[in-house]
């Protein structure tokens, strides 16, 4: 069963035209975490959340924004997507600790911009 | 700060072959190890993952040892399949930085058959 739930897969938005990516997870972790990644490099980050505590990573760009209603849920919105904003976006959840534990990721959204 | 550098892709081997994918770390605390595997269009799934000093994670076939010493955490499989074609991720987490996991470049491997 999937533990980590990214909607949509696939996502084409217009240039400019606010868009939101959605993320939810049935494993009660309360870390959970946005990633971009292109073209198959390392997955980069944006920012994450330590329960409701709001975390977000020096050069994601203010374009980016993030909200977190419950435990089970993180959407990430882009307010005005540039053509550079093209990429998988991946979310994943962890427990906060052990430091063993590792990450569990979602299948992803790709985002099309045009 | 926390780093992976990982051996540059994309790998090319035929079915049956022995495969090797370097991985090694900067940490300044005591890290656990991660291999993270990601199929086309897909997101990353876990492969394997060491806690501590020379223990080995294995899954699939896949092995990696955990050596402190030479602060790497290679990948190995004595036999790689059309279907192990992917990128592979070597990763880090510590205690530091949040708890943040921190990625190498990605390796890609191709199989052919």
């Known amino acids: 069963d999937a533990m980590v739930i990214q909607n949509p897969r696939y996502q084409v938005t217009q240039f400019g035209k606010p868009v939101t990516l959605s993320c939810s997870q049935t494993l009660n972790h309360n870390v959970m975490y946005w990633y971009q990644q292109k073209s198959s490099q390392a997955p980069k980050l944006l920012f994450h959340?330590?329960?409701?505590?709001?975390?977000n990573e020096a050069d994601t760009p203010d374009n980016f924004q993030s909200r977190r209603p419950n435990t089970s849920f993180c959407f990430l919105d882009i307010r005005s997507p540039g053509l550079g904003d093209a990429a998988m976006y991946l979310c994943?959840?962890?427990?906060?600790?052990?430091?063993?534990?590792?990450?569990?990721f979602g299948q992803g959204t790709r985002l099309t911009v045009v | 700060g926390d780093s992976v550098t990982q051996m540059e892709g994309p790998v090319t081997l035929s079915e049956e072959a022995f495969l090797t994918i370097n991985c090694t770390y900067t940490a300044t605390g005591y890290p656990s190890l991660f291999w993270y595997v990601q199929y086309p269009g897909e997101g990353l799934q876990l492969l394997l993952k060491a806690t501590k000093a020379d223990d080995k994670g294995s899954n699939k076939g896949f092995e990696a040892t955990y050596r402190k010493e030479t602060t790497s955490f290679h990948l190995e499989k004595g036999s790689v399949q059309v279907s192990d074609s992917a990128v592979y991720f070597c990763a880090l987490r510590t205690n530091n930085a949040g708890n943040m996991l921190t990625f190498g470049g990605g390796t890609r491997l191709m199989v052919k058959p």
């Open positions: 959340y330590y329960d409701k505590d709001f975390n």
């Open positions: 994943a959840t962890s427990r906060a600790s052990p430091r063993n534990t590792e990450a569990f």
